[in-house]
């Protein structure tokens, strides 16, 4: 079973950066979309940024301009690069691989200070 695992999160002022990544344990080329979500107490998780193929890219309307989605198969890697953080960014990222693999990794925090 394919494994994803999240890094890169911490603590941020608002206006400041952060790059989360994520590593498959297995050859993700085989995988169509890549996609980033979050999730902040007491909310749902939400969708954040997909990457499919090399280089389609689909952003939610609150991150667009501001994330960036890439994907590295010969590392087995997503990255989002997240600049001009805000407080409502403050959360759980999650990555998820689509089929065939279906996987969800287990969470990162994100926390992004007033």
């Known amino acids: 079973q394919v494994q994803l695992v999240e890094s890169g999160g911490g603590l941020v002022p608002a206006g400041g950066s952060l790059t989360l990544s994520c590593t498959a344990s297995h050859d993700i080329s085989v995988v169509n979309a890549m996609s980033w979500y979050r999730q902040s107490p007491g909310n749902q998780r939400e969708f954040v940024a997909r990457?499919?193929?090399?280089?389609?890219?689909t952003y939610a309307d609150s991150v667009q301009g501001r994330f960036a989605i890439a994907r590295d198969n010969a590392k087995r890697t997503v990255t989002l690069q997240m600049n001009s953080l805000r407080p409502e960014d403050t959360g759980i990222y999650y990555c998820n691989a689509a089929s065939p693999y279906r996987a969800w990794g287990q969470g990162t925090q994100v926390t992004v200070s007033s």
């Open positions: 990457i499919i193929g090399s280089d389609r890219t």
